[in-house]
C-alpha cells in the first residue's frame, strides 16, 4: 500500500471514531433536558407536598421548621419576611414547572441571594456562605406558568433593550463602561454544569445585562466549585452596578432550564408531619 493510501486511511479511521464519540454524560440534576434542582443539591429524601418549601433551623433538616405553602398563589416577586432571627440552615422544597423561589439576606430583598427550583434538598446552606442569613423570600413564574407576559426581574435589576436573546454582556466597571465580555449562544453550552467566563473577565465583573430565553435561569458563581455566593438571573434586564458586595466577585457561570408547565410534570405527594411554626 502507497504511503498516501495509509494516511487516508488513517484519516477515515479517526473521522469515523470522532462521529462514533458519545455526548456528554447529563448532569445529575438534569432530565429530560430540564432542570430538575439546583447544582450542589440532591433529591428529596421524603415526601413533601406540591408548591412547599421547608425551612429548617438546623442542618440535616432538623429544630424548627417554617412551612412556605401554596408559594406560587403569592404576589410575583414581592419579598415576604421568613424570620427576625436569620436562623436557616437547610432546606426542603417541591415547586411546580417553571417557579424560582429567591432568598435573600435581607426582608427587603438585598443582600446575598440563592435561587431554588425543581424538587430537591440541601443539608446546609453554609455551602453558599448563607447559613443563618437568610430573612426573605420571593417567587417568580420564570417558565410561564401563568401567561405569557414579561417575567418579574431579580430583585434590584431593571429591563434592558437591544440585545439579542440567549446573551450576557459582562463589563469592567459599573455602567456599562470599560472592558465587554460576552457569553452568546447559552444554550448551546450544556446545561447543568459549571462554564468558564471569556477570557480576563473571571473576578473582574462590575456590571452587566442579560436576555434569557423564557425558563432559563443563569447563576453566576462566586468560586469555580460552585461554592460561595451566587448572584440568580432571568428574564431580559442589567445591573448598572453588581448587588451588594458581589463587585468583582464573578467566577464561573452555569445555566438551568427550570421547565414548563406544558412540558414537564411534578408528582405531587404528601406526608404527615408535626405541627410546626409557619412563616408568614
Known sequence: ??????????????????????????????????????????????????????????????????????????????VYQISDDDSVTSVRWNLPPGAVVLFTQHADGKGDRVAVWGTGQVNSVST?????KVSGWSWYDVGGMRS?????????????????????ELFKDR??????????????????????????????????RWNLPRGVVVILHENADGTGRQLPIWGMGQYEMVPWSFNDKVSRW??????????????????QTPPVQTAP
Open 128 to 132: 453558599w456562605n448563607f447559613n443563618d
Open 1 to 78: 500500500m502507497n504511503p498516501w493510501q495509509n494516511s487516508i486511511g488513517a484519516l477515515a479511521l479517526s473521522l469515523g471514531l470522532a462521529g462514533c464519540a458519545s455526548e456528554p454524560e447529563a448532569p445529575q440534576n438534569v432530565s429530560g433536558g430540564v432542570s430538575v434542582r439546583p447544582m450542589a443539591t440532591e433529591g428529596l429524601a421524603t415526601p413533601l407536598s406540591n408548591d412547599t418549601v421547608y425551612l429548617f433551623e438546623d442542618r440535616n433538616f432538623k429544630g424548627d421548621v417554617a412551612r412556605l405553602e401554596n408559594v406560587s398563589t403569592r404576589a410575583q416577586g414581592q
Open 254 to 271: 452555569s445555566w438551568h432550564d427550570v421547565g414548563h408547565p406544558a412540558t414537564t410534570t411534578t408528582t405531587t405527594t404528601t406526608t
Open 148 to 168: 405569557a407576559a414579561a417575567v418579574a426581574l431579580p430583585p434590584g435589576a431593571v429591563p434592558t433593550t437591544n440585545l439579542p436573546e440567549g446573551t450576557i
Open 175 to 208: 455602567d456599562f463602561k470599560e472592558d465587554m465580555s460576552t457569553i452568546p449562544f447559552i444554550r448551546g453550552q450544556q446545561m447543568g454544569v459549571m462554564q468558564q467566563l471569556p477570557a480576563d473577565a473571571a473576578d473582574d465583573i462590575s456590571s452587566l
